[in-house]
């Protein structure tokens, strides 16, 4: 039997749900439709050929599948024929006017679509073109598409000035002088409301707190985000260490990595139904005690296997590169026993994972002194606005929170081997974030997201 009476035997579901016969006069139909304008027709036999080998055994294929099949052979075509892009990019938008103006209801294709090429085309369709969520049938082309955006973004200016910036918006979307990021063009105008791409959120240490900050606050919070299509990053440096006591309930903490795999396996869900993988940043400060299993978490035997959805970086200061130069010693704290004010469990009043600065900085001097003139010469770490390395220090040997003591050399070099079988660990430097933060009295930076 030949190759086309075998295909005649071969059922095409349509985005609708319904099925019919494949056809091939159907088939050259639309290619011939792409390939006319551009003096490609010659090629028609040798593209059709390609597609019913490629479907010769199925049973049942999607129409889908077999457009995609006639892009990728227009697209194999490029290095013998440029013009074989075109016709691509024709065939791709004229699928997307079949969904939203309906076949044989549209004439040629709009001038500001033309402008894009296949692959941003193909980038539009897999993430940004509203579609149809019964059908799956586009409800806008790109040009609709950049004519929400602006008109979304402009909705906030003065009624007689909302035209004018969506129109200014739209021409610099359109002749792509700039683009918005992914969350601004997939939610723009829609009932989904983020427009960011970019977060760092607070975890405390506690699983859920009356601020919503805690582990599963803020896990929550990065479902949301990730659906989306926004990107998240944290500080897990505030979770107690591995093997810690649980005073609620007279356990042991499971450490910051446990929660990191949590988080990991959420993402790893939410991007199975979201329009793009989510994305987060993992930070660990260098002085943690969990901080070594942090460094391994994906190298060696772990590497590929676990937190797949993550960045991980070493928060590192100074002090702790000081120290590694110096071939010294470090000291790993565990964070709860640093707290400002132990009996209310609140880990936003851990010394140490909101120390910043140092004594021998003049300008943290003078601001210490004017601190304490203002307070009449007394003033209780948890009102001032800084609390130094140095003072963190010394309340973590006050409070014995200094739970091992190790070489910085050998744990830099930890970090470089991982970084060299993995990729990660990166470093992340605290210290030269916070000195650059321009609103630094609003609290210290511990975090930042993928990007």
């Known amino acids: 039997m030949s190759i086309t009476n075998v295909a005649s035997q071969i059922k095409v579901v349509k985005k609708s749900g319904n099925s019919e016969s494949f056809s091939i006069i159907k088939l050259r139909n639309s290619i011939v439709k792409a390939l006319s304008d551009f003096n490609l027709v010659q090629y028609v036999d040798e593209i059709i050929d390609e597609i019913l080998e490629e479907i010769k055994d199925k049973d049942v294929v999607s129409s889908k599948h077999i457009s995609d099949l006639v892009e990728k052979a227009f697209m194999s075509k490029t290095i013998s024929d440029p013009n074989f892009e075109k016709a691509a990019r024709k065939y791709a938008l004229a699928r997307i006017y079949n969904d939203v103006y309906g076949k ?257 900085e003049e300008w943290v001097q003078e601001y210490i002194l004017n601190e304490l003139e203002k307070a009449g010469g007394s003033i209780s770490l948890d009102k001032s606005l800084i609390i130094t390395f140095d003072e963190a220090v010394e309340i973590a040997k006050r409070e014995n929170a200094i739970v091992n003591i190790v070489s910085a050399v050998e744990l830099f070099n930890e970090i470089v081997r991982c970084a060299w079988d993995s990729g990660d660990p990166g470093l992340l430097f605290i210290d030269t974030i916070n000195r650059r933060h321009p609103v630094w009295y609003l609290g210290k930076i511990n975090a930042t997201n993928p990007c």
């Open 104 to 360: 044989g209801k549209w004439e040629g294709i709009d001038e500001i679509d033309w402008r894009f090429t296949f692959s941003a085309i193909k980038v539009l369709e897999s993430r940004y073109l509203l579609k149809d969520p019964k059908t799956l049938r586009y409800l806008e082309t790109p040009r609709m598409l950049f004519r929400r955006v602006a008109n979304y973004i402009a909705s906030r200016e003065d009624d007689e000035l909302k035209e004018v910036f969506a129109e200014k918006f739209y021409n610099l979307m359109v002749s792509q002088k700039f683009m918005p990021n992914s969350p601004t063009l997939m939610n723009a105008g829609t009932k989904l409301g983020i427009l960011s791409a970019c977060f760092v959120l607070p975890i405390r240490d506690a699983l859920v707190t009356p601020e919503g900050d805690g582990i599963m606050d803020s896990l929550k919070a990065s479902a949301i985000i990730h659906q989306q299509g926004g990107g998240t990053g944290y500080s897990f440096s505030e979770l107690r260490p591995e093997g810690d006591v649980v005073a609620s309930t007279a356990g042991v903490a499971s450490g910051p990595v446990s929660f990191m795999k949590m988080y990991d396996a959420a993402t790893d869900v939410i991007k199975q139904g979201g329009r793009r993988r989510g994305a987060n940043m993992g930070v660990l400060h260098v002085w943690h005690p969990d901080i070594i299993k942090f460094i391994r978490s994906k190298s060696g035997e772990l590497k590929d296997i676990y937190l797949q959805n993550f960045n991980i970086s070493v928060g590192v200061y100074d002090r702790f590169m000081k120290a590694m130069e110096e071939g010294g010693l470090w000291q790993l704290i565990n964070p709860r026993l640093t707290s400002l004010l132990p009996a209310n469990n609140d880990s936003r009043f851990y010394a140490i994972v909101w120390a910043r600065y140092y004594m021998d």
